[in-house]
């Protein structure tokens, strides 16, 4: 109930949050005693996110977010299960960020692919050789590590995006940061919206994969 | 009942509906004060058209802005949705054996996108229905109306389906008016339904213009045989 309290006043539903998942995610992660509300994501986190989309005079019914609550678990549970049939037939046993897009493409959500296809990019970027880790809680720690060590990183990381919005694909490319590469070099200059063209590049992220480099 | 329904115009039965209410809601008699019967169905066929239009416009937007939002993410612990909540679901999949540590988070960023296009378009039918609050049934639309939602239909139930239809209709309207007002509102042609009452699989393109909805071709090239569900 905790979580909920918050959202009952519905008294100015149109402000948006920069980061507003952050405390409730350390709350509910620690939470593991509720089985039923473990089988939803938390109803505030939910109801954040749907007020993004709506006007500032707009409101969201408890019920509605609920069902939304119930939706967005069904939404896992069947990518998940897409995600997994092609693990098995495979024979690997770990389900990764690639599984969950491929499962995602073949389920008809075309729109998602390219942006999340970016975004595991850019994760991968930032984790490095951690992509693979099964071992969550160790992974946060070498991450806060990781951090540290590649402030820097991130500081010619935004510069470049400023001049290129595809800079994680040209890291890629290049298999390792290049905060010094001159514009004009950049192999992808333009910002690729065609999955045709992400599909292209895409199989370089195998090939980083397999070439594991240490920050 | 849905089914002696079946055979008759929805454009024709939901034209009388104003009339007939006129005494007991204000709006319907402003509504049929306003325009002759045919006038009144051209009038809702364009504004339909219109909301299309407008959700086609809104969702276009949306994906651009959701390609530059990621464009510009640096900062991978923050998350809308708890990582280990995420993580619990998958693992209630008892196949699921090992999950890699991107798994949730690919899913935490596609999670956010899905909620905000299943938010769009139900509020979408929020506005259609002049509401500012979104509720339940209007989920349901957006559901029906929307192919890659077909997975959800038993999350919302049926009955969700007939709010849909009532909410449109002025209260003391007769059930069977309600039903036959059902198809003509909520079920453009182009975007069939899977898995919904008959009554509805018998109406989409028969009596309405091509859906504008420039997506939709996408969608319906990937599955032309679009399988009936629950018959």
Redesign the interface.
Known sequence: MTEESPEEDHGSPGVAETNPGSPSSKTNNNNNNNKEQDRFLPIANVGRIMKKVLPGNGKISKDAKETVQECVSEFISFVTGEASDKCQREKRKTINGDDIIWAITTLGFEDYVAPLKVYLCKYRDTEGEKVNSPKQQQQRQQQQQIQQQNHHNYQFQEQDQNNNNMSCTSYISHHHPSPFLPVDHQPFPNIAFSPKSLQKQFPQQHDNNIDSIHW | MDQQDHGQSGAMNYGTNPYQTNPMSTTAATVAGGAAQPGQLAFHQIHQQQQQQQLAQQLQA??EN??KE?????????????????????K??E?????????P???A????????????R??NH?EENKR?????N??AAA?TRT???D??VD??PREDLRDEVLGSIPRGTVPEAAAAGYPYGYLPAGTAPIGNPGMVMGNPGGAYPPNPYM?QP??QQ??PDQPDQEN
């Open positions: 949306f994906w959701q390609f990621i464009e510009k993410t640096t900062d991978f612990k923050n998350h809308s949705l708890p990582l280990a909540r995420i993580k619990k679901i998958m209630a999949d196949d699921v054996r090992m999950i890699s540590a991107e798994a988070v690919v899913f960023r596609a999670c956010e996108m899905f909620i905000l296009e299943l938010t769009l139900s509020w929020t500012r609050t979104l509720q339940k209007d989920i559901v192919d890659i939602f997975f959800l999350i919302v997506g996408m969608w990937q599955a």
